[in-house]
């Protein structure tokens, strides 16, 4: 496999991407219950090592998606005033592209679980209630989806991709909404 640095594309060889989900499941020291979560959801090294081979197509895209995500948020009007009172559009699309790119550099250590606490935090401050929340993840997953279909080219690698992504943004809910 020669092409570990190259963007998602037809190229993109995953074959030997399966390991035993026991050698390669990932851990992090002192955190059991989040451990235990992460093998429920199969979340290996590998998908983390394919989140940073996705990364440079999600950077190409990123554009559309975090439009296409604030223009769902600001369809709700509701959603459009928490943001013009405790922020700007302009501003949270910045953190907002920051936070997706920053994803794919498949780092699940305790700063990300840190942070995922504050953004927790800041959600609650701001009066957001879970099922918004959750209904603007739907919105990511479904923009993610339809940029996997557009930057890969055959079915094995969009069936990982997808069950890769789909992995990460489950698990960010989860300690978002613990
Ligand atoms: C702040 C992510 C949905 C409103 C933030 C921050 C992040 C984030 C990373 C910044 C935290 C920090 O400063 O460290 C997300 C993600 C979402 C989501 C991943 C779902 C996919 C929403 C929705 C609203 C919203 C639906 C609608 C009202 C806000 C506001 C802040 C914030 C008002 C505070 C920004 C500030 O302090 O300037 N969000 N958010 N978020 N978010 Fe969200």
Redesign the pocket.
């Known amino acids: 496999n020669n092409n570990v640095d190259s963007p998602a594309s037809h190229s993109l060889d995953l074959k030997h991407q399966s390991k035993s989900a026991e050698e390669s499941f990932h851990k992090l020291e002192g955190h059991d219950e989040l451990n235990e979560q992460m093998r429920m959801i199969d979340l290996s090294e590998s998908d983390l090592n394919l989140l940073r081979r996705v990364k440079p197509s999600v950077e190409q895209n990123i554009d559309y998606i975090t439009d296409q ?1 604030y223009n769902s ?1 600001l369809g709700v009007d509701k ?1 459009e005033a ?2 013009l009172e ?2 700007s559009i302009e ?2 699309k910045t ?2 592209r920051e ?1 997706i790119i920053e994803i794919f550099d498949g780092k699940v250590d305790e700063e990300y679980i840190a942070k995922r606490l ?2 927790a935090n ?2 609650k401050r ?1 009066g ?1 209630e879970p099922k ?2 959750l209904s ?2 739907q919105n ?1 997953q479904n923009v993610f989806i339809q940029v996997i279909y557009k930057e890969t080219h055959d079915d094995n690698a969009r069936l990982q991709i997808v069950q890769t992504v789909t992995k990460l943004l489950n698990l960010e809910q989860q300690l978002v909404l613990e």
């Open positions: 995500i948020v959603l928490i943001i405790h922020s501003r949270l953190t907002l936070h504050k953004i800041i959600h701001v957001l918004w929340y603007s993840f990511l």
